[in-house]
């Protein structure tokens, strides 16, 4: 059944009840091996989590999560694969400076990362805004992408800027297992000052609606997994910088008309009840080497709620 919808206490930060939340506790549950770090590049502060040897494959999550959300996937890929898993700028444990939150200074951040680890180049897997950040580095750093991965979504073209403020009668407004869902966040996100207010502390609420109306099971996004994201949004500065990711959306529509296609393989999932239709539309005239795939009974959160389709898509694209 799907998880209710709840209104929780406040998130309080940094109270010795979420000390289990922090990245070196949450590193450790994923096994021997991993370990939390962090690296100065490009201006800023970049949390990741990594473990693993082989060929690098970093891991790049999206709102409102955090790079737990590979946690069900990283264990058995960094078997074959040293993985990286990153909190992007604004994310997290990572720096949350005043700007930089357009795709191309993100997926500069990342060339960065791989040059500070002693990389030439590494494969890229992103969701949500990872996936946009993932895309922006394939087109702006080819030499350094060797694969890339979108997990269902694109990044914003010009079709973003057509999207309606008021549903479609097919949009639903309200928790809604499958179908279209209104993208309300999208033009709430751009809001200056008042998200800051209005979620300090009350994250969790916004996290269950989000689950609850987006993935196909929500009881896959568990109530650990939910409580450390909604810690990781609990302040006003993580909304805000995580805000700026949408508000970026018109520079990032302007750079990408610039790109052309993309030479980078990639490799796009999309969720059967989500965004795979859309995807398989739009996808193969954004790069060279393009494969759209359904991931079936899925909503948005793909790595969680269906790890394992992920570990293979993924091993079976890298090789």
Not at 182 to 207: C, D, K, M, T, Y
Request: charged residues 20%.
């Amino acid at each position: 059944m799907p998880t209710p919808l709840t209104h929780p206490a406040n998130d309080a930060p940094n109270t010795p009840a979420h000390e289990e939340l922090g990245d070196e506790a949450l590193a450790r549950r994923l096994g021997p091996g991993f370990a939390s770090r962090h690296a100065e590049v490009n201006g800023v502060r970049l949390h990741y989590v990594e473990g693993g040897t082989g060929e690098p494959l970093i891991l790049l999550g999206g709102w409102p999560q955090t790079w737990w959300q590979w946690n069900k996937v990283m264990p058995e890929l960094a078997r074959r694969y040293r993985v990286i898993a990153v909190d992007l700028r604004g994310m997290g444990g990572s720096g949350k400076p005043d700007g930089g939150y357009d795709k191309k200074t993100m997926a500069q951040d990342i060339r960065e990362l791989i040059r500070h680890l002693g990389l030439t180049s590494a494969s890229i897997a992103g969701h949500d805004i990872g996936a946009m950040v993932a895309y922006a580095h394939a087109a702006n750093h080819p030499e350094a992408t060797t694969r890339a991965v979108l997990l269902d979504v694109p990044h914003p073209d010009a079709s973003f800027a057509a999207l309606t403020l008021l549903p479609g009668p097919d949009q639903a407004t309200g928790p809604v297992i499958g179908g279209r869902v209104h993208l309300w966040w999208l033009a709430f996100n751009q809001v200056r000052g008042l998200p800051e207010e209005l979620l300090a502390g009350r994250s969790r609420s916004l996290i269950d609606w989000l689950f609850t109306s987006m993935a196909h099971d929500p009881d896959t996004l568990d109530d650990f997994s939910r409580r450390v994201y909604a810690h990781a949004y609990a302040t006003p500065d993580a909304i805000r910088a995580g805000n700026g990711w949408y508000q970026a959306f018109n520079r990032d529509i302007a750079d990408e008309r610039a790109y052309g296609p993309v030479t980078v393989p990639l490799l796009v999932l999309g969720g059967g009840d989500s965004n795979y239709p859309y995807l398989r539309d739009l996808m193969p005239a954004k790069g060279t080497d393009v494969t759209v795939r359904e991931v079936a009974d899925c909503g948005h959160y793909i790595p969680e709620e269906k790890p394992r389709a992920v570990i293979d898509a993924l091993t079976d694209f890298l090789g």
